[in-house]
């Protein structure tokens, strides 16, 4: 059985700010609290093969795997998925990135599977996956709308 997220914040800054800042890969540490690194292994055409590393957790497991990632900027939509699935028997990623007044719209949509000896259950991975997007957007947009003023000159 699969399951699906989706989660969504609307940034007050311009769409190809938002784009730039969130598909630069070796600034991902500085942008998410939950990665201690990414290392860049691969770039072929628009896909970038990478390993994430997170930060230790509440038992002091490191988490790191490998993904792939392909943005499209026609379309300012991006493709992504876990090559070392680790845990799941899946995971598929789709970000996409829409004008909207009042800034960017960015939308996170992840479709997997938990293998049966994962330690938490599809349910229990999607509440995961959404406690911890809603913490990881708002921080994202903090961070990028922060960017945003400073970008901003001040009228005389």
């Known amino acids: 059985m699969a399951a699906h997220t989706e989660n969504e914040i609307t940034v007050n800054a311009?769409?190809?700010?938002?784009?730039?800042?969130?598909n630069d890969l070796e600034?991902?540490?500085?942008?998410?609290?939950?990665?201690a690194s990414v290392e860049v292994l691969e770039r072929?055409?628009?896909k970038t093969t990478f390993r994430l590393t997170m930060h230790p957790d509440e038992?002091?497991?490191?988490?790191?795997?490998?993904s792939?990632?392909?943005?499209?900027?026609?379309?300012?939509t991006v493709t992504a998925r876990r090559v070392e699935t680790g845990p799941f028997d899946f995971m598929e990623i789709f970000w996409s990135y829409h004008e909207v007044p009042g800034g960017t719209r960015m939308r996170w949509v992840q479709d997997f599977a938990m293998k049966p000896e994962a330690p938490?259950?599809?349910?229990?991975?999607t509440a995961r996956i959404n406690a911890n997007s809603a913490v990881q957007l708002e921080l994202i947009r903090d961070k990028i709308?922060?960017?945003?003023?400073?970008q901003v000159p001040v009228p005389n």
Not at 59 to 66: A, H, K, M, P, Y
Request: hydrophobic share 35%; aromatic share 12%.
């Open 68 to 76: 792939e990632r392909e943005p499209v900027p026609e379309t300012r």
């Open 120 to 125: 938490v259950d599809d349910a229990g991975m």
């Open 59 to 66: 038992n002091g497991t490191v988490w790191s795997w490998v």
């Open 145 to 150: 709308e922060q960017r945003a003023r400073e």
């Open 27 to 35: 600034h991902w540490p500085q942008l998410f609290s939950e990665y």
């Open 44 to 46: 072929k055409g628009r």
């Open 14 to 22: 311009p769409l190809d700010l938002v784009w730039d800042m969130t």
